[in-house]
């Protein structure tokens, strides 16, 4: 098992997208599934050494360099037969993009990915307490992009992740978390209530995730839709800095 880990840590280590999601499964951190070539595309050339993973988030990722039947089979099996599961496929391969293009039941659309510059001279302030993600108040967290969206269970991101709440009274009205973790870098994942945006809840747990993430000597990481002007520039008020701009696709 040791042995098949550093195997499939060291294929998730040569995604170029994002790769915090698919370390994190390859090194335990968090739920998700390895497929192989063998697994997907029985008319496929093992040698190619294409590797699937699928983060419990519903975001899957490709190392290695795989053959058509490969992306048939993740076609067939992800986008036709399973609608009922999440699969958001995040690639900056050609090929990949051109496989997929046109395809039935598919869309295709661009996701931005960050690296961190340096964080702001003093922490931003906000008028409501912010404390951190704990056994007493994860319950109390709801919304969509939430520690349960990327996390089997609370006791797993309790144990391997972490993050930060503000609470008006004893509501939670924003948080940002551990969306994915490995060994060296952190994903942030966040979210505010509609009743209280504006009033600098993301940028102020946006940094707080930042030092807490630097402070465990790990870097900081983050990614969106590019369409999401919000998180662009929550993004940019937390030390970020544009790298790229990836392919999703995406079911219709």
């Given at each position: 098992?040791?042995?098949?880990?550093?195997?499939?840590?060291?294929?998730?280590?040569k995604?170029?997208?994002?790769?915090?999601?698919?370390?994190?499964?390859?090194?335990?951190?968090?739920?998700?599934?390895i497929?192989t070539?063998?697994?997907?595309?029985?008319?496929?050339?093992?040698?190619?050494?294409?590797?699937?993973?699928?983060?419990?988030?519903?975001?899957?990722?490709i190392?290695?360099?795989?053959?058509?039947?490969?992306?048939?089979?993740?076609?067939?099996?992800?986008?036709?037969?399973?609608?009922?599961?999440r699969?958001?496929?995040?690639?900056?391969?050609?090929?990949?993009?051109?496989?997929?293009?046109?395809?039935?039941?598919?869309?295709?659309?661009?996701?931005?990915?960050?690296?961190?510059?340096?964080?702001?001279?003093?922490?931003?302030?906000?008028?409501?307490?912010?404390?951190?993600?704990?056994?007493?108040?994860?319950?109390?967290?709801?919304?969509?992009?939430?520690?349960?969206?990327?996390?089997?269970?609370?006791?797993?991101?309790l144990?391997?992740?972490?993050?930060?709440?503000?609470?008006?009274?004893?509501?939670?009205?924003?948080?940002?978390?551990?969306?994915?973790?490995?060994?060296?870098?952190?994903?942030?994942?966040i979210?505010?209530?509609?009743?209280?945006?504006?009033?600098?809840?993301?940028?102020?747990?946006?940094?707080?995730m930042?030092?807490?993430?630097?402070?465990?000597?790990?870097?900081?990481?983050?990614?969106?839709?590019?369409?999401?002007?919000?998180?662009?520039?929550?993004?940019?008020?937390a030390?970020?800095?544009?790298?790229?701009?990836?392919?999703?696709?995406?079911?219709?």
């Open positions: 098992m040791m042995l098949e880990r550093t195997i499939f840590a060291g294929l998730a280590g995604c170029s997208a994002n790769r915090a999601y698919p370390m994190s499964i390859a090194e335990g951190f968090q739920d998700g599934e497929f070539i063998k697994d997907l595309a029985a008319d496929g050339d093992e040698s190619e050494k294409a590797v699937l993973f699928h983060h419990y988030a519903g975001f899957a990722y190392s290695g360099n795989p053959d058509e039947g490969f992306l048939n089979k993740i076609y067939q099996k992800f986008y036709l037969k399973e609608p009922e599961r699969f958001v496929l995040v690639t900056d391969d050609p090929k990949v993009e051109e496989f997929f293009a046109g395809k039935e039941g598919v869309r295709l659309e661009k996701r931005a990915e960050y690296r961190f510059g340096k964080l702001p001279n003093a922490a931003p302030e906000c008028k409501y307490r912010t404390e951190r993600i704990s056994e007493e108040n994860y319950d109390k967290i709801s919304g969509k992009i939430v520690p349960g969206f990327s996390w089997k269970d609370k006791e797993q991101f144990k391997n992740g972490f993050g930060f709440v503000a609470m008006d009274g004893e509501k939670v009205i924003a948080v940002a978390f551990s969306a994915a973790v490995s060994s060296d870098e952190v994903d942030i994942g979210e505010t209530d509609e009743s209280y945006r504006h009033q600098g809840l993301a940028k102020t747990l946006a940094d707080k930042c030092r807490e993430i630097i402070l465990q000597g790990k870097k900081p990481v983050w990614a969106h839709s590019v369409s999401n002007k919000g998180s662009k520039y929550t993004a940019e008020s030390g970020f800095v544009q790298e790229r701009v990836n392919t999703i696709i995406l079911r219709k």
